[in-house]
């Protein structure tokens, strides 16, 4: 069966303010959250039901909403100063990750509820992609360190890129197909020793070209 490709990202216009917009079939159509500063859509199914974040004026708090058949919808986690919605599968399905400085807890929102996911033995679980299976995937760390997962039937699978430190899972297909971002390492600092014999090193170097300049 052919699926229509639509297209759902954000248009950020004047520095500060973001616009969001649904691409379907050659034609643009604006979702932007009704008296929002910032609206930016993060997700879609296959039925066309949009999930994002938006905020209000300074936009120094973000909630989540919901977006279908013209009508929004507004979903705020009971617990959270900030919600952010990431994804949603074709179930309806809805991850959130924390953004609150509060707590560490991701969501799951299905049905007109939250419930926390727990992955055992694991803190600090950041959620960003669902399929329809209920898989999820996202990261586990800290925003200096962070390592992604797929998460299943209760069996974690690491999904990191080897060689690097710092990975994170974005969202996957019910192929269990994956996308995600990864960063180098960075360069260890030269050592004190070090940088005094490279500093020693090019001060002769320049000494020497000097002496050569003036024999000529």
């Known amino acids: 069966m052919r699926v229509m490709v639509v297209v759902v990202a954000f248009l950020v216009l004047l520095g500060s303010l973001g616009f969001g917009y649904l691409y379907s079939a050659g034609t643009f159509t604006a979702i932007s959250f009704p008296g929002a500063s910032y609206s930016e859509p993060t997700g ?73 996911i727990n992955i055992p033995g694991v803190d ?46 974005k969202d996957t297909n019910n192929n269990r197909q994956i996308v995600g971002t990864f960063e180098d390492p960075p360069s260890p600092a030269p050592e004190p020793a070090t940088m005094t014999l490279l500093c020693s090193g090019m001060m002769g170097l320049l000494g020497m070209l000097r002496r050569r300049n003036r024999r000529t």
């Open 44 to 116: 879609i199914n296959k039925n066309g039901e949009i999930v994002g974040i938006d905020c209000m004026s300074s936009c120094q708090d973000f909630q989540g909403f919901a977006y279908s058949a013209g009508v929004f919808s507004t979903i705020n986690a009971p617990d959270a100063v900030d919600t952010r919605l990431w994804a949603i599968n074709d179930s309806g399905e809805i991850v959130r990750a924390p953004f609150d400085g509060t707590s560490s807890s991701s969501f799951l929102y299905s049905g007109g509820a939250f419930t926390t």
């Open 124 to 169: 600090n679980v950041s959620v960003s992609g669902i399929n329809d299976s209920g898989e999820t995937v996202g990261a586990i760390g800290s925003s200096t360190s962070a390592s992604g997962f797929l998460y299943g039937g209760g069996i974690l699978t690491p999904t990191n890129v080897p060689g690097k430190e710092f990975t994170k899972t």
